[in-house]
């Protein structure tokens, strides 16, 4: 028996498993092409061997290519795996589904500041990474330019040439600036997507537009007025925009000083991003050095941003997300000498984009994930490899409050109870790897030495106690060594105390 072409025994399992999921049976026939899909992903997927590939590209065969992506956004298309993956078309970005998911980006991240401020931005500080180019298509460039009231223009093959300016209004609000800071990868992957950014940039700035309506433009006029100068050398500095490390290198710098203890004040860890970062990209910029004007972009800076777009990966994961979102914050903090609001961006899943804080986002990572019983144990049966990992992700936890402030108290509070004084984690922790227990107990003191956290005196003496304990463990584990044993002590150095360092960091 068949319902519209279709065998009535599909559309029974389907009811059985679906159950009240299954609306809209006046398309039952489409049932027919979800099992094809179904089955398509479940072959393919068995068709992946990425081992096999591995070795058979080593001894020099041949492998077709095929594309990369996110399969937990629908991409089936990057399956089978273990082909010679390319990971996108910069041209194409980005695409027209990019643009509709950043253009309610942009106006949720306008809309949220509006509510927790009562104005609108008129300076986005936002980190570009070329994961977010790849994996979304281009949604936060989509963003971007949403910001900037300016649109993409496709041409067929779904090919990015050029953009069109949004009237005011039609746009119905004011151009909002942005400042740029881009990782090395981005800047090397997809130069064509920065000067692409950067000519909307010198575009909308000189619009004939009132700056009240139009904040590219008002920052580019009074920085004309700062540097005294109408020329137009000047006006390619007034209008820098796009920032990034030194060519030819990577990095923020700011996670290197934040896991040396090489810091005492927000401003030493703003100094050494703005050193970092300071080089302007574009049409005809090249890298060049531009510390100066970026120092001047980002006093104006009302917030800063960054987003995610999948839960396979989040902000604790790497060092690099609070070196350069973290060091963005403290930089703009610092040159502003005022409040700057943090943002975060979610667009795991397309269909319903939004712009939370970042304490909220923080929040949620810490209880799906660090605090989760259920992934402490998935980490424990990686044994040393899963303690070093847990060490990591508390010691980002901590870059996010040095830099950021955002981290709550209770976060910390709950670090220390779960991994330091339980004994059953101690006692596994001596099993497995006792330096990484070493690390988080570290960390956890540091945090409330430098007044990061305002630690319950219970606990901090409880975590003092069990340093001795890990200090023991790891002096047993050292055998017969020359010298002292440094311990738990934290050393602070800054570059006020190495005064070859400040030399260093601006050549």
Known sequence: MTVSGLNIDILTIAQKVMGTHLVNLSKVEELGYWRDKVKSIDTNLAASKEIDSLLHGFGGGYLPAGPSGLITRGRADILPTGRNFYSADPERIPTKAAWKVGQKLADAL????????????????????????????GEQVAQILALLGVEPKWVAGGRVKGFRVIPLTDLGRPRIDVTLRIGGVTRDCFPGIIDLIDEAIRTVAELDEPCEQNYVRKHALEQLEQLADSTPEAWEQATARIFGSKPNTYGAGVSLAVHASAWKTEKDLADVFIAWSGYAYGKNRGGRQAAEQFKRQLT?????????????????????????????????????????????????????????????????????????PGWIDGMKRHGYKGAGDMAKRITHVYGWEATTGEVADWVFDDLAKTYVLDKDMRKWFAENNPWAMEEINRRLLEAAERGLWAADPAILDGLKDTYMEIEGWMEERMGDIDGEYQGGSIDIITAEDVPAWKAKLYK
């Open 110 to 137: 306008i809309a949220r500041h509006e509510q927790d401020t009562g104005r609108v931005p008129e300076n986005c500080g936002m980190v570009l990474f070329a994961t977010d180019c790849m994996w979304t298509d």
């Open 300 to 372: 104006t800076v009302d917030l800063t941003y960054n987003k995610a777009a999948t839960d396979e990966y989040d902000i604790f994961g790497c060092c690099c997300h609070f070196s350069y979102y973290g060091g963005l914050t403290a930089a703009a903090r610092t040159q502003k000498g005022g409040e700057v609001k943090t943002y975060f961006g979610d667009t795991r899943d397309p269909q319903r984009p939004a712009v939370t804080s970042l304490s909220e986002e923080i929040n949620s990572i810490i209880r799906v994930k660090i605090l989760n």
